[in-house]
T-cell receptor, first 115, second 110 residues
């Protein structure tokens, strides 16, 4: 297993454009998370899936953001009508909740720059 | 991470010991995590505490006091490669989703 994969690693776009990020979690993990991180800050929770069900979504998440996990495997995060404030690193993580800690394995992230 | 407080930056000397503190406020506490994040890289898991006390793992140890809402990460025999951001996170509620603090940037100098 190659871990959590994210694509693209870098995306530069103009304000108002739509962007989509893809995350491929560790294959046996049924839980998938999206976080956003800006410079000097910790990861900020965006949304969470258990299998294909989106179970939690941050109250801070604008309706321009939408995430899917159609078959309970890979996930996509789409941002519509991007704004400069959307510039950040978008981190995907996965976990397999069993006995013990819910340890997240993060991908390398997708860095978004909105001009 | 508005309900997690940790220092923004710390510096230490190679070979020394450093303690990074974290205080938190939450309901439905389900554990306290520490993650390490090198610049430009993804966070990686270091430790998890759900009961009070000290957990030791090699050069790294983590302590938890649930009654005080307090944890610390202890790094011994510091190496240059330990220069990184150290993220404190708590899990709460039924979904166990970690909420992260802003991280402590540790700079290790020769």
């Amino acid at each position: 297993d190659t871990g959590v994969s994210q694509d693209p690693r870098h995306k530069i776009t103009k304000r108002g454009q739509n962007v989509t990020f893809r995350c491929d979690p560790i294959s046996e993990h049924n839980r998938l998370y999206w976080y956003r991180q800006t410079l000097g800050q910790g990861p900020e929770f965006l949304t969470y899936f258990q299998n294909e069900a989106q179970l939690e979504k941050s109250r801070l998440l604008s309706d321009r953001f939408s995430a899917e996990r159609p078959k309970g495997s890979f996930s996509t995060l789409e941002i519509q009508r991007t704004e400069q404030g959307d510039s950040a690193m978008y981190l995907c993580a996965s976990s397999s909740r069993g006995a013990g800690a819910n340890v997240l394995t993060f991908g390398a992230g997708s860095r978004l720059t909105v001009l | 991470g508005q309900n997690i407080d940790q220092p923004t930056e710390m510096t230490a000397t190679e070979g020394a010991i450093v303690q990074i503190n974290c205080t938190y406020q939450t309901s439905g506490f389900n554990g306290l995590f520490w993650y390490q994040q090198h610049a430009g890289e993804a966070p990686t898991f270091l430790s998890y505490n759900v009961l009070d006390g000290l957990e030791e793992k090699g050069r790294f140890s983590s302590f938890l006091s649930r009654s005080k809402g307090y944890s610390y990460l202890l790094l011994k025999e510091l190496q240059m490669k330990d220069s990184a951001s150290y993220l404190c996170a708590h899990a709460s509620g039924g979904s166990y989703i970690p909420t992260f603090g802003r991280g402590t940037s540790l700079i290790v100098h020769p």
